[in-house]
């Protein structure tokens, strides 16, 4: 089926430690985000990229990083992982009028 | 701070009855707004949308209203099904491509 793909859906890190997030889109879609969802904080934006080779932040950007080096995949990466970014991550991209396809998600701990 | 406030974290209502969930925003260049569902597991689904120049839109169940001199919108739901139990989240744009999201709301439907 078209959509979002995420992967893995849960990982377990230890302070410090890197890893990446892998989204991908079979739609075409130009504009792909990363969102992190956290209790009472609703869904904050990481960052996101208007096209292949385009990255920019978003309102929660410290501690991450990103790159589109093909327009299907969009990858975010923390490079030493820390307790607070323990929090389900959401990949999405630009569905036009119906707003965003988002993937179903990422669940990250870090001890 | 929020630009985009869902006030009630939760919300009960019976089967059969109405459901109806707020939302307010501050920024006064939000010209589109969506509401999405999502279940425990899942990524966020697109439910319906509403342009600024228009006070309500409504698709089968759900309807929503929005209120442009209050900064405000809602959601309704007539009637409820316990199948729509899920977390609503209210998102706004400001013509550009990036959503801003509320914190969301919990609706059980009780049967």
């Known amino acids: 089926n078209a959509g979002v793909t995420q992967t893995p859906k849960f990982r377990v890190l230890k302070t410090g430690q890197s890893m990446t997030l892998l989204c991908a889109q079979d739609?075409?879609?130009?504009?792909m985000y990363w969102y992190r969802q956290d209790p009472g904080m609703g869904l904050r934006l990481i960052h996101y990229?208007?096209?292949?080779?385009?990255?920019a932040k978003g309102e929660v950007p410290d501690g991450y990083n990103v790159s589109r080096l093909k327009k299907q995949n969009f990858l975010l990466g923390l490079e030493s992982a820390a307790p607070s970014q323990t929090s389900v991550y959401f990949c999405?991209?630009?569905?036009?009028?119906?707003?965003?396809?988002f993937g179903s998600g990422t669940r990250l701990t870090v001890v | 701070d929020q630009q985009v406030k869902q006030n009630s974290p939760s919300l009960s209502v019976q089967e059969g009855r109405i459901s109806i969930l707020n939302c307010d925003y501050t920024?006064?260049?939000?010209?589109?707004f969506l509401w999405y569902k999502k279940y425990p597991a899942e990524g966020p689904t697109f439910l319906i949308s509403?342009?600024?120049?228009?006070d309500k839109n409504e698709d089968g169940r759900f309807t929503v209203f929005l209120n442009k001199s209050a900064k405000h919108l809602s959601l309704h739901i007539v009637p409820s099904q316990p199948g729509d139990s899920a977390v609503y989240f209210c998102?706004?744009?400001?013509?550009?491509?990036?959503?801003?999201f509320g914190a969301g709301t919990i609706l059980r439907v009780k049967s």
């Open positions: 999405a991209s630009e569905g036009g009028k119906y707003g965003y396809t």
């Open positions: 739609m075409n879609h130009e504009y």
């Open positions: 990229s208007v096209g292949e080779g385009t990255t």
């Open positions: 920024n006064s260049m939000f010209d589109y």
């Open positions: 509403i342009s600024s120049i228009k």
């Open positions: 998102a706004a744009s400001d013509g550009g491509n990036k959503l801003v």
